[in-house]
């Protein structure tokens, strides 16, 4: 099945537009739509050239607190030598549109659509776009929390279309996860996978759980229960859920496929 990745919509909408939407921001999650990641909300990275984002979550007290997660467009000849100013900082970027070229420890790899990308804290990386068309990615970044006796993970680098679909039992393979890293594998402390809902699959029961997530959703439309509220969402929306919020979700007549943050592994922090 050939498999397509939502971007943001950019530009601005006619003034003749109703201003009427679907954001929302609760106490328990904010929905931000595809239509309100604009020109006018984007922003400008320090060591980035020809590049702007949309910065869709970042640490918030009260609310998610453990990771950010961009959007980024890099123009023509655009990129960095040095993305990352914190030297504790994971990251996983994942391509959406074009190709970028990401260098790791000396190594170039080419990134197309649905290429991924782990870096773990302190890894010397850096990104450019050598082609003739702008390329967009996700970049979502965590704090590492290191273990003792256990090492950080390594880099990596692959593309989702090469790695297999874990579906869930007793759902006649139409509920499914990408996953990038192993569950069990305690060196890592967020997976950044992907999830397939195949027409008319569901998630069925509201999961609540400790884990904060951002959902990006890559294809296809579904019905998403958040909190109190069935929302109706497309490709190119984005939930933002912060720990213990509810969620469940019915998929509508096409495949539907949302890209999922969410942080483990680690004992909750305590305040003393």
Known sequence: MTTTYASPFAGLPSQMSLHTGRAVFT?????IPRGVMRDIVTSYLPHWRDTRLWVIARPMSGFAETFSQYVVEV??????????PNPEAEGVLFVVEGQVTVTVEGTAHT????????????????????????ARFHWVRKRYEPVDAIDIPPAFVT???DEPIRWMPDTRETWGTTRFVEPTDLRHDMHVNIVTLQPGAVIPFE????MEHGLYVLEGKAVYRLN?????????????LRAFCPQACYAGPERFRYLL????????????
Do not use: I
């Open 207 to 210: 999961e609540t759980h400790v």
């Open 111 to 134: 990134l197309r659509d649905g290429g991924y990308a782990f870096l773990p804290p302190g890894c010397r990386w850096s990104l450019v776009n050598r082609t003739t068309a702008p």
């Open 261 to 272: 943050y969410k942080d483990v592994n680690r004992h909750a922090k305590l305040p003393f």
């Open 159 to 161: 593309n989702e279309q």
């Open 75 to 84: 123009a023509p000849g655009g990129g960095s030598e040095r993305p990352e």
């Open 27 to 31: 106490e328990a999650y904010a929905f």
């Open 228 to 240: 109190r509220d069935w929302v109706e969402v497309e490709p190119g929306d984005f939930m933002w």
